[in-house]
């Protein structure tokens, strides 16, 4: 699963989601979890994985995400 913080209200995360047709979570008011994860800028996407465990972390456009995604669903 893939999960992004938000520090804005449940309100604009869910019209920005509309807006950009955004299909993962956005967690509105994580300010808790972003900064027990280390979130130091955004956006800040995580990869979480069956177990919990996070197996990745960083930019939505960073090129180690699918990589990342391939392998944790076993694709090649």
């Known amino acids: 699963m893939v999960v ?3 520090l804005d209200a449940e309100a604009a995360v869910k019209a920005y989601k ?3 047709g955004i299909d993962y979570p956005l967690l509105a008011g994580a300010r808790k979890s972003a900064q ?4 130091q800028a955004f956006p800040t ?6 177990d919990g465990k996070v197996l990745w972390k960083g930019h939505f456009e960073d ?3 699918t990589k990342a ?3 944790a669903v076993g694709a090649k």
């Open 63 to 65: 090129a180690a995400l």
């Open 4 to 6: 992004a913080p938000s």
């Open 45 to 50: 996407m995580f990869l979480v994985g069956k």
């Open 36 to 39: 027990s994860y280390g979130v």
């Open 18 to 20: 509309q807006k950009h």
């Open 69 to 71: 995604i391939e392998a």
